[in-house]
């Protein structure tokens, strides 16, 4: 009888672990939020609160330089971790301004580099989003 419920424990354990890592998996994926009401309110173009990226306009209007700024910040976040990277951009914020905050000129100078193939799988994109905005310029015209 023990035995038995060694084995059981030990399966269990192991369906535990596995159904763990595929939640992590899964949550670790940034999930994208259009036509934002917060965003709206606050008068921004896009804002991340981790995990999710909160963009005031649809995909289809969604310029890749606003995506690009907002994914930069997903990386300092996934870098600094969650706490310091908001407690510094708060600090930043408060103490200096919005244009000197160094995670916004990090993100203002990335704006001009087309997204990578893994910031599209990142932010769940369709493979044939436009990479810069000249690029969806010309698909639009």
């Not at 949550?27 to 994208?32: A, E, L, Q």
């Not at 300092?76 to 951009?89: A, L, P, S, T, V």
Request: glycine residues 2%; proline residues 4%.
């Amino acid at each position: 009888m023990r035995k038995s419920r060694t084995k059981i424990d030990v399966d269990s354990l192991i369906y535990l672990v596995c159904y763990y890592k595929i939640l992590l998996n899964k949550m670790s994926r940034i999930k994208v939020i259009y036509n934002s009401y917060i965003t709206w309110l606050l008068n921004l173009d896009g804002l991340v609160l981790y995990p999710f990226v909160l963009l005031s306009t649809s995909i289809d209007e969604t310029l890749p330089s606003i995506l690009k700024h907002e994914v930069t910040h997903v990386h300092q976040i996934e870098r600094e971790g969650f706490c310091k990277f908001y407690f510094h951009y708060c600090k930043n914020m408060w103490f200096d301004s919005y244009t000197n905050n160094i995670y916004e000129q990090e993100a203002f100078s990335n704006e001009t580099i087309a997204l990578t193939q893994s910031e599209i799988e990142l932010l769940n994109l369709p493979p044939t989003f436009p990479k810069t905005d000249d690029a969806m310029y010309m698909l639009n015209h």
